[in-house]
């Protein structure tokens, strides 16, 4: 069975840096933490330069979703 998410679903979380904030789509197995997740789908809003968190052991695959304005 399949089950349809919304926004009401996501898991938000704010950077522990102040930089961002990371808002969870999906993860499996279903409520895992950021410590034993398999995989999962999250959108970063940025909104500072800060350092790359890093996750020892996870493959990552980045892809910029929308460019910021040019000033």
């Not at 950077?15 to 933490?33: L, Q």
């Amino acid at each position: 069975m399949h089950r349809v998410l919304t926004p009401a679903d996501y898991r938000r979380t704010a950077w522990k840096n102040g930089g961002g904030r990371t808002t969870e789509v999906v993860v499996y197995p279903p409520h895992a933490d950021l410590e034993d997740f398999v995989w999962r789908v999250s959108i970063a809003d940025v909104t500072r330069d800060g350092p790359f968190s890093t996750f020892p052991g996870v493959d990552r695959t980045l892809v910029l979703w929308r460019a910021p304005a040019l000033r």
